[in-house]
C-alpha cells in the first residue's frame, strides 16, 4: 500500500502502538521513503518514537535519531520521499487518463449492487440483485419517495450490498441517479486532491461518458424519467441543485446566525406551534445542553433588523462607501509589494536549489554528513524565515483584495435599490451578509461581506420586538 498518510497504513500503525508497547528498541528501514510518505508523518513519528527511546536508523541515508541532533536533515529527506510518491501518482493518474478515454474503467462489484465480473473482468447482472434494483426504480416511478422504498425493503427483510436488512435513504437516491443501472458508465466522478484526499469532481478534471459500456438493468426510458421525477421533487422543495442539503435554499438564514458565547451556529425553532400564538425564531444549537443560555431571538426580529442595517447603509452609502473605499485602496497591493514577493521568490528559489544540492552531494558521497548538516541547519532556518514572510504578506494582501471587490459590489447592490427597504428579500441578504453574531440576545452584529460590521440593538416584547 502507498498511502500518502500512516492513517491509511496499518501495518505501520501497529508497528508504532508495538513500540509503545516495548516490544522492541530499534527499527531499521531501507530509506526515509520507505517509512513515512509525507513529511508530518515522519517527523511526528520520530519524535513519538525518540521519547520512549526507541531509535530508527534510516540505511539509505545513514541516519540514526537517537544521534541526529537537528530535525532539519529528516525534514527535507522526507520530503524527498514525497517527491517520489507525487511522481508515482502522476504516472498512475496519466495511466487512468488514458483508461478513461478509451472507455475502459473498473467497478468494485462487491460494494456495488446488481453485477458481477466475469472471467475478463467485464460486468455481467447478477439477477438477484437486479430484481432488487429494478423494484427501487418501479417503486419510486410508481410516486414512492426514498424513504418510503427503504422502509418497504426492510419489511420485506431484503439484504442490502453489505448483506444487512437495513436500507438508508441516501443509499436509494445513489441507486437511483447511477447511470451504470442504464448501462452507461460517467468515469471520474472523484478525484484525488493534493493532499491525497477523494473528493467529488466539480470540474477540476475531466469526466468522460461511455454509452452502452456494459448490460442494462433499467431501461434508458425509465432511468430518465426517474432522473426527471428527482430533479422535480427537489425542486418543489426549494432545493433547485438537487443537493442533498434540502433546506439550504428554504432558509436563507439557515448557517448564517452564529453565537457569539460558545461559536456555535443557530437552528431554526417554532414556539407554540399550531397554536394561534405560533412564531418562528433561531436558537443556539447548544442551548439547554450547556452554560450557553444566549436565548432565542424571533426571525421576524432579525429580518427586521437586517431591513434597519440596509436602509442605515443606503443613506449613508456615499459617505460610508467612500471612506471605507478610500481606506482599502490605501492598503491595495502597490509596486513596492510586487517588488517584494518577487525578490522573495527569487531567494527562495535560489535556496531550494541549494538544499537539493546539499543533498545530492551527501548522497554521493563527495562531502562528510556533519559539513552538510550544519550548511543545512543555516540553510533550511534562512527557508523558513523567508516563505513565512511570504505567506503572511499574501495571506494579507489577498484579505484586502477581496474587501475591496466586495465593496464594490455592495455599491452596486445599493444603486440597484430606489429607496429604503420596507421588506426583508432573502436575495439581499444573500449578496451583502456574510454572518450575524448574537453577541447577546438583544444584541446583534451584522457582518458584511466586506468586512464592515453594524451593531444593532432591540426591546423584548411579548408579541413583537421593538427595534
Excluded at 245 to 274: M, P, W
Excluded at 357 to 377: M, P, Q, S, T, W
Excluded at 453 to 460: G, I, Q
Aim: charge should be positive; proline fraction near 1%.
Amino acid at each position: 500500500m502507498s498511502g500518502k498518510n500512516a492513517a491509511k497504513r496499518p501495518e505501520f500503525k501497529r508497528m508504532v502502538e508495538d513500540a509503545e508497547n516495548k516490544k522492541f528498541d530499534m527499527i531499521i528501514t531501507k530509506s526515509i521513503s520507505r517509512f513515512a510518505r509525507n513529511v508530518q508523518d515522519c517527523l511526528e513519528t520520530v519524535r513519538k518514537l525518540k521519547l520512549l527511546g526507541i531509535a530508527v536508523q534510516f540505511e539509505k541515508e545513514q541516519i540514526n535519531t537517537l544521534t541526529t541532533e537537528s530535525e532539519l536533515m529528516l525534514s527535507i529527506l522526507s520530503s524527498v520521499a514525497e517527491e517520489e510518491l507525487d511522481s508515482i501518482s502522476q504516472n498512475m493518474h496519466w495511466s487512468n487518463q488514458r483508461r478513461f478515454k478509451k472507455g475502459k474503467f473498473s467497478v468494485n462489484t462487491k460494494r456495488f449492487l446488481g453485477y458481477d465480473k466475469d472471467r475478463e473482468g467485464d460486468l455481467i447482472i447478477n439477477e438477484d440483485q437486479a430484481a432488487i434494483v429494478r423494484r427501487i426504480f418501479k417503486n419510486y416511478l410508481s410516486g414512492l419517495g426514498a424513504s418510503r422504498i427503504a422502509k418497504g425493503l426492510e419489511a420485506d427483510e431484503i439484504n442490502n450490498i453489505s448483506g444487512r436488512v437495513k436500507w438508508a435513504e441516501s443509499s436509494i437516491r445513489d441507486i437511483l441517479k447511477n447511470e451504470k443501472y442504464a448501462g452507461d458508465a460517467r468515469l471520474q466522478k472523484t478525484i484525488t486532491t493534493a493532499l491525497y484526499n477523494r473528493k467529488k469532481n466539480s470540474g477540476e478534471a475531466p469526466m468522460y461518458y461511455v454509452k452502452d459500456s456494459h448490460p442494462a438493468i433499467i431501461s434508458r426510458e425509465d432511468f430518465e424519467k426517474v432522473q426527471d421525477i428527482m430533479a422535480d421533487r427537489a425542486k418543489s422543495r426549494g432545493n433547485v441543485e438537487g443537493n442533498r442539503e434540502k433546506y439550504t435554499n428554504r432558509y436563507v438564514i439557515t448557517g448564517t446566525i452564529v453565537c457569539g458565547h460558545c461559536g456555535n451556529t443557530f437552528k431554526r425553532h417554532i414556539d407554540n406551534c399550531g397554536t394561534v400564538a405560533e412564531s418562528v425564531c433561531w436558537i443556539c444549537n447548544t442551548y439547554g445542553k450547556n452554560s450557553c443560555g444566549v436565548g432565542r431571538v424571533k426571525e421576524e426580529t432579525i429580518k427586521g433588523l437586517f431591513v434597519r442595517v440596509f436602509n442605515r447603509i443606503y443613506d449613508d452609502r456615499a459617505r460610508l462607501l467612500a471612506d471605507y473605499g478610500t481606506k482599502l485602496e490605501r492598503e491595495k497591493l502597490t509596486e513596492l509589494d510586487n517588488e517584494r514577493i518577487a525578490k522573495l521568490d527569487e531567494e527562495i528559489e535560489k535556496l531550494i536549489k541549494q538544499e537539493r544540492a546539499l543533498f545530492l552531494i551527501e548522497e554521493k558521497g563527495y562531502v562528510d554528513h556533519n559539513i552538510v548538516k550544519v550548511e543545512h541547519e543555516e540553510l533550511v532556518k534562512t527557508l523558513t524565515q523567508l516563505q513565512t514572510e511570504r505567506s503572511d504578506w499574501m495571506t494579507e494582501i489577498n484579505k484586502r483584495d477581496n474587501r475591496l471587490a466586495r465593496t464594490l459590489e455592495l455599491e452596486a447592490v445599493l444603486e440597484a435599490q430606489n429607496g429604503n427597504l420596507t421588506e426583508f428579500y432573502d436575495d439581499l441578504y444573500r449578496k451583502i451578509v456574510e454572518k450575524i453574531v448574537v453577541k447577546e440576545r438583544t444584541k446583534l452584529i451584522f457582518q458584511l461581506n466586506n468586512g464592515l460590521a453594524f451593531e444593532e440593538s432591540y426591546t423584548l416584547k411579548r408579541g413583537h420586538d421593538i427595534f
